[in-house]
């Protein structure tokens, strides 16, 4: 029997291809949640009708595409519980995650949690190369205060979000969770915990296009965010350039010559993408 009621909500854009299986994990979860919302960030496919099929799921549709930022903060705001949830559309969870995470809730309500996500669909080269490169998770043991949480899988208590005043708006694809982990670490009240054993699968299937773009949007718009200029556009170039040597340097031992394609491709098009950003962001 539950001891603390729980909301969940999910931001989604166009998501229907995964969202229904999200949807599925978190009822049939052991420790069941007391409010599931979904915010329809104005999806140009199928995602609304999906979610109609959930006759218990509560769902906000934005009248125009509005980030994630925006999105997470109007999550916290329309959960009517203390505790809420938040996943990705694009991720399940395993049946007791919730379970496990609010054993943490016992002892503090200032406190914010992280799962473990791992990659589901890793037959795909394009999704091995990003569970090897870019994981979102911290490994196999929990620990107190990590780097950042990962906004894929947490679940706070509302003080937390009250405290730090919710999170940037202006964040629309990434980087709305490391700049919302900086601004918790600022209080020496407040809490971060990684929680290995609460278990999440992302169902995210990229080609190179989409890969391309996720890598851009993490390194341009995700951790240790800057303003957009010449400086900046040639240091993350160089950066990549330097990713590239070092990622290659080790496939090339290890035989995966399939990453190393991808490793230059991503190159190139980081390239790309960043200097035709800088050159929008100057008109």
Known sequence: MNTKSVSIY???????????????????????????????????????NVVKEFNDV?????????????????GM?????????????????????LEVMIQNFEQSENIICGGKMIEELIQNKFNAWRAK????????????????LYGCNTIQHKTVWDTVKGYDESL?????????????KGYQHLKMRYCSDALAKHLQ??????????????????????????????????KQLKFFFQRSFQNL????????????????KFIVLEHSYYKKIRK
């Open 133 to 148: 490169y870019y994981s979102q998770n911290w490994g196999n043991k929990s620990f107190e205060n990590p780097p950042f």
């Open 10 to 48: 999910i931001p989604a854009y166009n998501a229907e291809k995964t969202i229904k299986h999200s949807l599925e994990s978190i009822k049939n979860q052991t420790y069941q949640f007391n409010e599931i919302i979904v915010i329809n960030d104005n999806s140009t496919d199928f995602t609304k």
């Open 77 to 97: 705001k329309s959960s009517s519980h203390q505790i809420v949830a938040s996943i990705d559309a694009d991720v399940v969870l395993e049946k007791n995650w």
């Open 253 to 268: 031992i290890k035989f995966e010559f399939n990453f190393i394609y991808i490793n230059f491709a991503i190159l190139i």
């Open 58 to 74: 509560n769902i906000i549709n934005n009248s125009n595409n509005k980030g994630l930022g925006y999105n997470r903060n109007l």
């Open 172 to 184: 629309h694809t990434n980087g709305e969770d490391i700049d919302y982990s900086n601004k918790i």
């Open 205 to 238: 299937d990229d080609n190179l296009n989409t890969l391309s773009n996720r890598v851009w949007r993490y390194h341009s718009f995700g951790y240790k965010i800057r303003n957009p200029s010449f400086y900046k556009t040639l240091k993350l170039s160089l």
